[in-house]
Nanobody, 122 residues
Framework: VQLQASGGGLVQAGGSMRLSCVASGRLFSGGTMGWFRQAPGKEREFVGAIRWSVGSTIYVDSVKGRFTISRDNAKNTVYLQMNSLKPEDTAVYYC????????????????WGQGTQVTVSS
């Protein structure tokens, strides 16, 4: 499985941005796509995840109500819609895939995209 993330950039606080993650290769319908982020000097942090099959989602508390994960199965693409962005959302964002249920732990994901930088200015 190969993952390609895109859509990052610079945005002002309060603005919106949508990240995309295109998956190619052998996909697992019962799997999970997750989004993580890593700010400078910090550990990689779970942001949210979506189940490929049913589309159910989970989020870390800090982004609930602001971020939304969705997927387009026909395009093998997962999206991370980010609204009301804050400077503390600044990080490199990664998409990741695993063959099982949700996990908040990065080490439980088997495949990773290359990361895309999101910078939120105050």
């Amino acid at each position: 499985v190969q993952l390609q993330a895109s859509g990052g950039g610079l945005v002002q606080a309060g603005g919106s941005m949508r990240l995309s993650c295109v998956a190619s290769g052998r996909l697992f319908s019962g799997g999970t796509m997750g989004w993580f982020r890593q700010a400078p000097g910090k550990e990689r942090e779970f942001v949210g995840a979506i189940r490929w099959s049913v589309g159910s989602t989970i989020y870390v508390d800090s982004v609930k109500g602001r971020f939304t994960i969705s997927r387009d199965n026909a395009k093998n693409t997962v999206y991370l819609q980010m609204n009301s962005l804050k400077p503390e959302d600044t990080a490199v964002y990664y998409c990741a895939a695993r063959g099982g249920y949700y996990s908040l732990e990065a080490e439980r994901y088997d495949y990773w995209g290359q990361g895309t930088q999101v910078t939120v200015s105050s």
